[in-house]
């Protein structure tokens, strides 16, 4: 068992690694993929309480906001309206007189539209098939939605931070400081872990090993923090903005993992799936990271 986990994980790292180093639609295909397993181990959780999640618009929803997410800028997911200039901004800026006439297309994203009309569609089918689906159904599925497809794309904003360039840093110290909370929760908790923290949620977390996630995951951040400023590999984020990240995402890390549990135990199953030997599903690997990838990119974007 040690040894299958020891190979699977040893797998894992090296396309993880791969696809993050190669960046763009390489890395763009791989959270794709995970989103679309990750979605269908949510669905296939709350199926184990006699819930029917509607997979088709949920999956549609993954592709749809996903391929968005990754060709933003591509033409083919925008619409140009021969729209007026926004004459309210141009009086602002005193140059009214001459926008008053004037037509600027308007670069108009349908996938919000889209989104929308999935989100009917899925309505539509729980009052048809009243007899099959219920709102239960319909709200499991735009949590699926929402908690892995909407979240987990931020993992590729991330990395196509500062032209992709600085984004592999800062994808690097998100999900590094994640690793560091984690093993330093494992590892304290293990050994000197007496008081439970949420037994109810998950039996085997600790107050003392919670305490410790906070402190691997602020002393990871520095680390990085100096490696990337004097090695000049990433120096657009000073370095007293490392420990924040660091408190926070040590945070984010065990609430995202609780979350999961949460579902785990509601669901009564051990692990989303056996995808990964050893390792259980896409969920259990990305359950800590879930709520930090849209965390650090806002913050990033925010101080950078």
Not at 18 to 45: D, N, P, Q, S
Not at 64 to 77: G, M, S, T, W
Not at 187 to 214: M, Q, T
Request: aromatic share 14%; net charge positive.
């Amino acid at each position: 068992m040690r040894k299958q986990r020891v190979i699977s994980a040893i797998i894992l790292l090296a396309i993880s690694i791969t696809a993050i180093v190669f960046g763009g639609y390489v890395f763009g295909a791989f959270v794709f993929l995970c989103i679309c397993a990750g979605l269908y181990e949510v669905f296939k959780a709350f199926e184990q309480k006699e819930l029917r999640p509607l997979k088709i618009p949920g999956f549609c929803f993954a592709l749809i906001f996903a391929l968005q997410v990754i060709f933003r800028e591509a033409d083919i997911f925008h619409i140009y309206l021969p729209f007026k200039k926004d004459v309210w901004q141009m009086k602002a800026d005193g140059t009214a007189e001459a926008a008053e006439n004037a037509v600027d297309p308007y670069r108009f994203s349908w996938t919000g539209p889209l989104c929308i009309v999935l989100l009917l569609v899925i309505l539509t089918v729980m009052v048809l098939k009243h007899n099959k689906y219920t709102p239960v159904d319909a709200a499991v599925t735009v949590f699926g939605g929402v908690y892995v497809t909407f979240l987990t794309s931020y993992a590729f904003s991330l990395r196509e931070l500062d032209g992709g360039k600085g984004g592999l840093f800062i994808l690097l110290l998100a999900m590094l400081t994640d690793v560091a909370a984690d093993t330093a929760a494992y590892e304290i908790g293990s050994r000197i872990g007496k008081h439970k923290l949420i037994p109810a949620v998950s039996p085997k977390k600790s107050v003392e090993g919670s305490i410790a996630a906070f402190g691997g995951s602020i002393i990871a951040s520095l680390i990085l923090g100096v490696l990337f400023i004097y090695t000049g590999w990433f120096t657009k984020l000073a370095l007293y903005w490392y420990p924040v990240i660091g408190l926070v995402t040590g945070f984010l890390s065990q609430v995202g993992d609780l979350a999961a549990s949460m579902i785990k135990r509601y669901a009564g199953i051990k692990d989303f799936s056996n995808l990964i030997p050893g390792h259980g599903g896409i969920l259990d690997r990305l359950d800590s990271l879930i709520f930090i990838f849209p965390f650090v990119y806002y913050f990033v974007r925010l101080v950078m």
